[in-house]
Nanobody, 122 residues
């Protein structure tokens, strides 16, 4: 299986910035999509941003122009640079990855990280 470990969450005032990182580990895997979702208390899990191995990105409308997703394929790591943070960005941010693992045959996988808390407060 592929494990994802996030880092970089914290508390910041409105207008501030944070950078999240997520590193994938395991054996014999190839990642296609990596990205970030978020979940606020009592709400559903929503897409924030994703990036493919080829560099194609997709953003939620609410974060366009403020957040930037990037990845280092050699390190199997995805980043989320969050600028101009707003109180409504407060949530647990979860890393996501999918692709294939190579056992006797190639098998699809999808994995989630444990999440990192981002709090934007006045």
């Amino acid at each position: 299986q592929v494990q994802l470990v996030e880092s970089g969450g914290g508390s910041v005032q409105p207008g501030g910035s944070l950078r999240l990182s997520c590193a994938a580990s395991g054996s014999a895997f190839n990642i296609n999509v990596m990205g970030w979702y978020r979940q606020a208390p009592g709400k559903q899990r929503d897409l924030v941003a994703t990036i493919t191995s080829g560099g194609n990105t997709n953003y939620a409308d609410s974060v366009k122009g403020r957040f930037t997703v990037s990845r280092d394929n050699a390190k199997n790591t995805v980043y989320l640079q969050m600028n101009s943070l707003k109180p409504e960005d407060t949530a647990v941010y979860l890393c996501y990855a999918d692709g294939t693992v190579v056992r006797l045959i190639r098998l699809p996988f999808s994995s989630w990280g444990q999440g990192t808390q981002v709090t934007v407060f006045s």
